[in-house]
């Protein structure tokens, strides 16, 4: 089902550039705008891996530096069918990580200092897994199609408005079809970002199915979820960017509960629901 309803989501964004660009834009307007906008993306899923890294100050460690946590990805990327991914910790005392990385081959696992201090090792088990669930699933790549789309849509609907603002109308037009013109320009954006937090939303949910399955354990995924939401609540990230939230297994710089629609992630009651849903006799057998 999360699968369809990202499908769906990205399809939306797509008919909403079509349609834009067909009103204001021209054919010639919305393929400039979507070759400039696929241009920008296309260099930030591509880099994006090291920009986001340096963003963090994150570290690369080896099996030398910190053999344990080495070891324990090693199994879990086994596990996931995965190559091993690059390790690197962030200096924050707020538990959390993230994957990155253009594809699995180029995978990147990131884990706070934080997250290392206050988990369990089933539970920074089951977090490494979830993020290698999104590396599996090819998350950055989908995130960066919806991020091309959405930012063509808003290249688009800002060009409309200045457009319409100097450029005006002429009589032959229907005042009505310039009024619903208008407010799709105005809407536009605001739809692209609630359309690109509803993917992300449901890539979360289908990174915790997969998290579970690689640990075998989704009652200490649930666990994890549930101490990291309570530390960010105290203790928020103080580097970064929350423009990089929807990176994290939890959203680092959300201190109180955001409004659902605007979220990034899902909320953590019903991600936790879900995995003891799982955790039944009989749906998830349990790794040894």
Known sequence: MNRLRTVVLLATLTALLMWLGQIFGGREGLWFALVIAGALNLGTWWFADKVVLRMYNAKEVSAVDMPELHGLVSILAARADLPMPRLYVIPEASPNAFATGRDPQHGVVA????????????????????????????????????????????MLANGAIWGTMFGGHSEEEDDSGHAVGLLGILAAPLVATLVQMGISRSREFLADEAGARFCGNPLALASALCKIEACTRRVP?????????HLFIQNPFSGAHLGRLFSTHPSTDER???????????ILPVAA
Do not use: C, F, N, Q
Request: proline share 3%; no cysteine; charged share 20%.
């Open 237 to 245: 990230m103080i580097s970064g960017s929350p423009a990089t939230a």
């Open 272 to 282: 936790v629901r879900r995995l003891r849903a799982m955790a039944r006799p009989g």
């Open 111 to 154: 884990v706070t200092d934080g997250l290392l201090r206050v988990l369990e090792r089933e539970e920074t088990a089951a977090v490494i897994a979830h993020e290698l669930g999104h590396i599996k699933h090819r998350d950055t790549l989908v995130m960066s199609v919806a991020g091309t789309l959405a930012g063509a849509l808003s």
